[in-house]
């Protein structure tokens, strides 16, 4: 049984995010997407309220599974028995970034491979930052961010 | 049960796919190495050798199989029953293209997904090409290509 | 006046050609597609046919007119007095050739400039190398050439 | 008639942002080059500072305006009848970055294209935290903002 | 006599940086680690605790010497009679932004040239940000600093 | 001493060529130009050409030299004792191939260390192949290649 991890920081997860969530969940056992909760950045939406949320757009998805984690991604997969990290990719910076952490996570626990998944071209131009950067501006968010979750990204950052 | 190809020329096969092959059949039900027998430009090696390089260097892998095909990826893969494509990536040159590839892949073929996986840092140099450039001017091939059919493809090339 | 040129190999035109044509179309008073006919690489259709399948797909676009030209496109430009020129762009590797052809033919016709359009994100997969290979290879080719010229295609490459 | 938009910090404006205000303004009918207020980052210089900065270098620009804009590019290009953006091009970073916002400024205003051109080539290291980081440090800024406004830059700047 | 620069911020330095060091002292007559006092970011570790760090990691280098500077780097080359500034290229986005200084250092000082040498392969990953990172979360830092200077970057990091 | 090899086809030499080679000349004792004489494609100017134009553009720079070599570019530095390949570097797509060389020619001699340099931002657009195209259709050849050569240039190509 191969269980994947898809990390990040899902603040707030996007239609780009579910995407690879979709795909995934199709080829390993069992995925588990994890909330990084102790980024640098300090995120607008809070650990419980991206799961939450997480919760909402994944729940037809039997093989998906919320979860949180701080500290090191490799040993955070170590701990919950995954031999596979899945990150998305959007473009070539994306890719450079991914690609030396892979280097990292595979040092640190060198049971791990990282497997890369391109983002679908309609969401190509789609990230977190981006989403918030919309909705602050009080501009429209569909095709961008799952339905189910718009008026809850509006309520909390539309000016 | 998930069923991942490898597709390539394997002209030959050096120690950079080889280390793809051994990461990924760890992951996958079944690994396909598939030796593309279309491509445009001359191959050095024929279609049985090339197989018969990559029978030799993965006859420990039990759930690795060497197959070869001309045509579509795309339609092979529907061919074949796989859900996975799996690519090396070394560069960002190499993901561009890879990139687009992914993109038709999936058009011609909904039911499959390319997973990438970037190459050991110490494969990084490597390429089929320059291990034949080697070749022929003489230089070592130690550490590029397993050494089990270093001297097959020596016999081949070295002026 | 401001009269724009989009040159190019065209060999075939796709989708990807067409959207560039219709949304330059829109912002210049002309725009000359301009079929380049001494590119070095041997093209599978003859200027004519190509210019040929141009009118097809542009007849309904008053402004748009299709030519053909030999040799320096700075020279085309200033025969034909245009002051732009129009390259779209998909990808990173696209952007650095593109950007060293536009610091030339800017040196070569002081009076011209070169505007890069990025490719919709539907059509970032395509190529008109792609296409013949699919179209080769009998893969469907809908989505990635106008209709109207998919069977002159398949009757010319389909082996 | 086309009316462009060029929007950007021009914190402060340098030779490179004058170089593409001149060119733009040479095909568009009208061309706007539009400060933006409500930059996450905190600029050097007020919006009226880095406005009138533009004014002064401009003025014998007939068709060029200086606006500002606070809120979403794409509906500031709705409200004053642009169908052209404009910005500049450098590096392979600024065009990841460039090709995401062109694609989400055409998805939120589907009537506005944006249009790249390169950067001269003796102007490819300038940017505007180059030329605020050598002014505070004392290095001389000839050649990389236009003569008029150096001294207001020293005056505010220099330690 | 060719003195040779290898400016950063060294915050702190690790194996990838020892190794650039390392290399470089055996080209030039006399190599100069500078460590930036200046810089934006507010750094970890003092400038007095970054050069205790150099000193210790490169005592038995006879041509190397440990100093640090503030101000334009430009500046400090000419102050020091340096011909040659020396930068490590881990990947294509370092490219860039390297590229871009060394035009804006040859323009302030004539008289030095930039040269890149790429890292080796097993010090790709590696970053001081990465290893303050590791450090922080407890993460074993064994090949990417100096053992030497191991348990002073864990004590001062680790929680 | 420190022996430096810039090799390369130089099929013609161009003036980005010829800023290298100035400006390496300054930093080390000794530099080799070394014409490449086994290369692939089919060069248009013969070995003994490409020297002769080497020969004529630095003939007032003493401690260069013109030499030519087939086989390993790393078996040529050890037998002329060079401890420094010098390489330019004009955008990101060089880079990547250039790397990959720098990594296997460290390889196979492990006493040589590659260093790059930039192109100067007026050569960025120069080619070889550039150089030839230009010509062979008749264009301007001034601020490409040395002036001593153009003659002989046209006279092999123009049509």
Do not use: W
Request: hydrophobic share 40%.
């Amino acid at each position: 049984m191969i269980t994947a991890v898809y990390p990040g920081s899902f603040d707030p997860c996007t239609n780009g995010h579910l995407d690879i969530i979709i795909r995934s969940s199709k080829i390993f056992d069992k995925l588990i997407v994890a909330v990084l909760s102790n980024s640098g950045k300090t995120p607008v939406f809070s650990v419980d309220e991206r799961m939450e949320f997480l919760r909402i757009v994944t729940k037809k998805l039997p093989n998906v599974e919320i979860d949180s984690f701080s500290g090191l991604l490799a040993e955070y997969t170590k701990a919950c028995g995954a031999s596979v990290i899945i990150k998305g990719l959007r473009a070539v910076s994306d890719f450079e970034y991914e690609f030396q952490m892979s280097l990292i996570n595979t040092k640190l626990n060198p049971k791990v491979e990282t497997l890369f998944m391109t983002a679908s071209t309609h969401n190509m131009y789609l990230s977190s930052s981006l989403v918030k950067e919309i909705a602050v501006l009080g501009g429209a968010l569909d095709g961008m961010v799952p339905e189910e979750i718009q008026s809850s990204i509006y309520d909390k950052l539309r000016r």
